[in-house]
């Protein structure tokens, strides 16, 4: 679909997003591992976790949802049914690794997972390379590396794995096939990433350690009854990070409440930081924080990959944030962003220099040396592929510089963000929807 994205006055506001996009994934796959019920408040409604609630109900988990949001979910105790079809991911590379793990184990049944376009360009050999090692079954394309691809629940054990890239999905889909495994599971990692799925297995009673041992976090999980426990989800700090990329740019404050900011998602408020941005980040009382952002002078920024999966997801907003300071950025050691929803360093560069900004590839990230156009000129055309991220970013990027931006698959927005779209007419942008062809 494409959307012609207008910039108006930016006007300061106070708003909220939508829960946390992984914290939301893994509050729903736990059903297939929880006995008991549970109550989970403030769930995304976002289409990547829309598809990981169809494949929890495909699988027989009973959700029922309340007036004011919340869902009630009754866990399966590993009683899983085996769905009836192949079981569609939608663009969503967290459901399908994850679900990879989770099922893995699952004797008896036979599950059949696939996606979008993108989706069945993205290797999956990280994971299924693996979960094989600990005796699982799992056929795709590319010799078993490419969606769809097919899991036959099998009798798995144990192994001790230091993962090759930091991935937290990686991790995440063999600690889930662990809880299923004769042995204890030992998942290795030297660059630490999001800590979610150890808290929630945490926090569900499963049998899970973590340890440090020299420069390497040590985390071992056995076979465990999971308890469910209600979940409170809360903001998501890579959608709030748009808006707030937003208050940076424009001559504007904007506070964004409730945002998570635990380990390893906060590194862009640090990268922000570090450029000169004008930020108020208050504890909220509930374990999270609102942050407050307004207009900054900024100075460029020099990354090296140190810590990268703790703002991976935020490269293309801080690339776009960058294009507005003095001096040259420059993104470097995040060969990863090769295998997001696309391949994120050509997206974002292709997408900055439709706004005349200068910037360019490395193998490894981008530079960005800045906007060399004039403010509000014509009308320019961004080619999104159908990345969430990018579309936000362009649109956001529009704000700042004026005029009128015509963005070819902006839909993907509520891959993420379902909200996005009227948080931008309410800080004085406009979206036109302008047909349905992609
Ligand atoms: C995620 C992990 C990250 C991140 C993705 C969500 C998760 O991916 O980029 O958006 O919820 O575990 P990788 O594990 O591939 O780094």
Known sequence: MKATVTAGRAIGRRLSVPGDKSISHRS?????????????????????????YRLVEALGVNITSLDDGTISIVGLGREVREPQDVIDVGNSGTLIRLASGLLSPMEGSTFILTGDASIRRRPMARVADPLRKMGATIYGRDSGNLAPLAIVGSRLRSIEYRLPVASAQVKSAILFAGLGAEGTTVVEESEPTR????????????????????????????QSILNANDIHVPGDPSSAAFYIALGLITNTEIAVDG??????????VDIFKEMGAKLDIVPDGNGN?????????????????????????EVPIIATVAALCGGVSEFRGLKELRHKESDRIKTTVSMLKAFEV??????????????KGSQGS??????????HRIAMSAAILTMALGGSTVIDGFDA??????????????????????????
């Open 358 to 371: 200068e910037c360019g590839e490395y193998e490894d990230g981008l530079y960005v040396a800045g906007f």
């Open 413 to 438: 927005v509520s891959t993420s963000f379902p909200t996005f779209i009227d948080l931008f007419r309410s800080v004085g942008g406009d979206v036109t929807i302008e047909s349905s062809a992609s």
């Open 195 to 222: 800590s979610h799925t150890e808290e929630m297995l945490r926090a569900f009673g499963a049998d899970i350690s973590t340890e440090r041992v020299g420069d390497r976090d040590r985390i071992s999980v056995r």
């Open 28 to 52: 729903l796959l736990l059903s297939l591992l929880a006995e008991g019920s549970y109550r989970v408040f403030g769930l995304s409604s976002a289409d990547d976790v829309m598809a990981t």
């Open 289 to 313: 924080y609102n942050i407050t952002s307004r207009s900054s002078y900024l100075n460029s920024v020099t990354t090296d990959g140190r810590d990268a999966a703790s703002y991976i997801d």
């Open 378 to 387: 014509g009308v320019r055309f961004v080619d999104a592929q159908f990345d």
């Open 259 to 268: 945002i998570y900011l635990g380990p390893q998602r906060d590194g862009f």
